[in-house]
């Protein structure tokens, strides 16, 4: 059973798993009292300011319940932490989404029985590099591993794709967008192709547009719902080296490959696994 009021607190911008266990417990876990309660005793939970109280008490649960229902007609299913569903490798991280967002294929075995990797790096990588992303991904979902990434131009791309290659192949994106509004809308396509055999997930609204804080927040939830995460190809402003931190972070092996690469150098020298360039003698 969905729980608007835990669904419309998810959502409020900074309320992440902390802010919600503190509302949760203040209010003797009566989150309908939480939307109802005054600005000034909001404010006496941890991590709640004047903003985010505001924002609490702005809440139209009509229209929330409503929202649920459409987003269901266009098969999004919303798993909270309170789900069976729920990505177990996600469920013990201190800032997992209280609430995520699917379309595609639910099925626990895709990514919570099955090992995940993540394959992640530049949108603009070198003829080397989107071979190297092909054959890890390739070889990766020939051992049964799903293939984690964030559906961004470059590698992001090839990694899906790769993996959909094979006919056993699965894939999950992760995107800084909702479900139902794909970004880039060039990948529209892929997207259709990875909720056929895997999903597309978001801890955002299912409608909202990208962003710089939710891109650059997904890449928790992707190096977070994988056991191994791979950076082909960066420099050191690229997206990349924030999910290189989360998975850091979160105790997961982290890999990059031996390239000249900015990026992949600092990563190197900072205690990431090299792989070789000729992907010879794979650990994997």
């Known amino acids: 059973m969905i729980d608007p009021a835990w669904i419309a607190l998810s959502l409020i911008d900074r309320v992440g798993r902390r802010t919600l266990d ?16 005054d600005p000034h005793d909001l404010q006496k939970v941890p991590g709640v300011g004047p903003k985010i109280a505001r924002s609490i008490r702005a809440v139209n649960l009509d229209q929330v319940e409503a929202g649920i229902a459409r987003w269901q007609q266009h098969g999004v299913r919303i798993l909270t932490l309170r789900d069976a569903d729920y990505p177990r490798r996600l469920r013990p991280l201190a800032d997992a989404p209280p609430t995520l967002f699917a379309t595609g294929q639910l099925d626990k075995g895709r990514y ?55 006919p056993s192949g699965t894939t999950l994106a992760v995107l800084g967008c909702g479900v139902l509004n794909i970004y880039p809308a060039q990948h529209q396509e892929l997207a259709r192709a990875i909720m056929g055999r895997g999903l597309v997930l978001s801890e955002c609204h299912p409608d909202a547009p990208p962003g710089p804080s939710a891109l650059v927040a997904r890449n928790r939830i ?26 850091s972070q979160q105790g997961r092996t982290l890999y990059a490959l031996d390239y000249p690469a900015s990026g992949n150098r600092a990563l190197i020298e900072a205690g990431a696994i090299p792989l070789p360039a000729d992907l010879r003698d794979l650990p994997f």
């Open 222 to 247: 992707i190096t977070g719902l994988s056991d191994a995460v791979i950076v082909v190809e960066t420099s050191t402003e690229g997206g990349a080296m924030h999910a290189a931190r989360f998975a």
């Open 112 to 166: 919570n029985n099955r090992p995940c990797a993540a394959i992640i790096g530049t949108r603009q990588p070198t003829a080397a590099a989107r071979h190297a992303a092909q054959e890890l991904a390739l070889r990766l979902a020939e051992r049964g591993y799903t293939i984690v990434s964030g559906l961004a131009y470059g590698i992001d791309h090839t990694a899906h794709q790769s993996a959909l290659a094979l």
């Open 22 to 37: 503190a509302l949760s417990a203040a209010f003797h876990n009566d989150l309908h009292a939480v939307l109802a309660a």
